[in-house]
């Protein structure tokens, strides 16, 4: 008995810290593998801040509903995400790992955010102009209200910082936007303003393979390094990145494919092996082939454990349900308490 109180004054001092801690969530579509660009724009970040913060971290499967209205595999696509989370270092002892459709008070908040949100705005998002363009044939209202449901993901447990890429930028301003107009319209001081973070204090945007823009799920063929993928097809895609035929002046300014491929280095590679490429671009006896090969190596050398950990959690199905129980649950218990204290904020009653 005289040994139980230690025990119990140290539970008791965890439950408490646990209330106190900044509470961070973060979240994914199951729109397809995890690349390079989710794991140093977002994950990395997760890793990090789940020892120090009450950090949520979910699976956005409503969210891909948006762009993917009839998924082949929904279940099972968001099973490999939330196998990936898992071999990239998202420990669910200590931060709530959970699936968005598992917590249904969030569609709840997103009806009320959605009262206070003006078309408007939402049609001045970039990224609902961009959808509009690929996918003239369906902008639904889904994609139109995205930002409130992202703004939703995050208030439901009032969470106040945000690991995301560049490209979410504009969707956290939109959800502190939704955020400080429910306080005012309410009278309350009741949702923080959350606000994007990053380690690095800058926002990432990892480019692709291809010569311009983002590294991203399903922005083509030979874009993307998977966090599972194998050798062959890592070294294939990188050799085939698109280069130019040199510098033709020293110390000439890299062309956007160039400069991403240096970016991708500095990402995976040790500093010295990007000093020794840079320094051989700039004066001008750079062999593109080299560093593609020392770039693909790099890259097989950071994937290669993580691909490890994905096989061998795969082959766990029960551990992969018991975590996401665990989680759904976890989740639910915060997401009652607010949608409980919304309601009541707005003037809702139980009979
Ligand atoms: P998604 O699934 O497109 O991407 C997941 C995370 O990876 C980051 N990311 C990148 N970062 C740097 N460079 C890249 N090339 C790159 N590609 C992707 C994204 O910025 C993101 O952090 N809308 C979100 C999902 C979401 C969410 C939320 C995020 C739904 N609700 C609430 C945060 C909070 C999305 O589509 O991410």
């Not at 690095?200 to 010569?211: E, I, T």
């Not at 770039?295 to 691909?307: H, K, S």
């Not at 992969?320 to 809702?348: D, L, P, Q």
Request: glycine share 6%; hydrophobic share 40%.
């Amino acid at each position: 008995m005289r040994d139980a109180h230690p025990n119990i004054f140290l539970y008791i001092c965890k439950f408490k810290y646990s209330f106190m801690k900044e509470i961070v969530l973060s979240g994914i579509r199951p729109t397809g593998n995890l690349h390079l660009g989710n794991y140093f724009g977002a994950v990395k970040n997760f890793i990090r801040l789940q020892d120090n913060y009450n950090c949520y971290f979910f699976i956005a499967d409503y969210h891909s509903l948006t762009t993917h209205p009839h998924p082949d595999d929904l279940h099972g696509r968001v099973r490999q995400i939330l196998v990936e989370y898992l071999a990239a270092g998202v420990d669910p002892e200590k931060a709530t790992l959970y699936v968005q459709s598992d917590v249904p008070e969030v569609v709840e908040l997103y009806l009320f955010l959605n009262m206070n949100a003006y078309i408007g705005e939402l049609e001045r998002v970039t990224t609902f102009k961009e959808k509009v363009r690929k996918q003239p044939d369906n902008v639904n209202a889904g994609l139109l209200t995205y930002p409130t449901l992202m703004a939703a993901d995050i208030l439901i447990h009032k969470s106040q910082y945000v690991p995301v890429g560049k490209d979410q930028e504009q969707n956290l301003e939109k959800a502190r936007d939704f955020a400080a107009r429910f306080n005012n319209i309410y009278g309350v001081e009741y949702f923080p303003i959350p606000q994007a973070f990053n380690f690095g204090n800058q926002l990432v945007k990892v480019p692709g393979l291809d010569g311009n823009g983002k590294m991203g799920k399903s922005e083509g063929e030979g874009n993307a390094i998977f966090l599972a993928e194998d050798d062959a097809s890592i070294r294939k895609k990188v050799m085939r990145a698109k280069t130019d035929s040199g510098p033709t002046e020293m110390n000439q300014e890299k062309p956007e494919p160039i400069a991403n491929l240096f970016q991708l280095m500095s990402i995976v590679s040790k500093p010295e092996t990007v000093q020794f490429f840079d320094d051989a671009y700039n004066n001008m006896t750079i062999r593109y082939g080299d560093m593609k090969k020392q770039l693909a190596e790099d890259m097989i050398q950071f994937v290669t454990p993580i691909r490890e950990k994905i096989r061998e959690i795969d082959a766990n199905d029960e551990y992969i349900n018991k975590v996401a129980r665990m989680g759904a649950e976890k989740a639910r218990e915060s997401a009652r308490k607010t949608i409980k204290e919304v309601r009541e904020i707005i003037g809702f009653k139980p009979f």
